[in-house]
Nanobody
Framework: HVQLVESGGGSVQAGGSLNVSCLFS?????MGWFRQAPGKAREGVAI???????TYADSVRGRFTISKDSRGKTIDLQMNRLKVEDTAMYYC???????????????????WGQGTQVTVS
């Protein structure tokens, strides 16, 4: 399994910005961010594939940007125009084995980080 470590969470005012990062112990095929608010199901936020294709949840498209570094071992999620409803624990996830398409379905990701809290008020 891949080990993942998130960083960069915190508290911001609505309309503000925040960046969270995830460091992987090895290269992966699918990489992305999920989030879970209290009493809510975990939902996919953004996914980036090894070769570059990106998928966003409708709720964040146009506000969030996912990217990876040239090493393919770090991903960032730049969150702009944050809303109160974006408040959640944000989890980094990865899939080592390749698939035809990387999706926002959490069950397809074997490896997870511990999470970083994002609070918008």
């Amino acid at each position: 399994h891949v080990q993942l470590v998130e960083s960069g969470g915190g508290s911001v005012q609505a309309g503000g910005s925040l960046n969270v990062s995830c460091l992987f112990s090895s290269h992966t095929y699918c990489m992305g961010w999920f989030r879970q608010a209290p009493g809510k199901a975990r939902e996919g936020v953004a996914i980036i594939e090894r070769n570059g294709p990106i998928t966003y949840a409708d709720s964040v498209r146009g506000r969030f940007t996912i990217s990876k570094d040239s090493r393919g071992k770090t991903i960032d999620l730049q969150m702009n125009r944050l809303k109160v409803e974006d408040t959640a624990m944000y989890y980094c996830a990865a899939r080592l084995r390749g698939v035809r398409r990387c999706t926002l379905v959490d069950s397809e990701y074997p490896d997870w980080g511990q999470g970083t809290q994002v609070t918008v008020s």
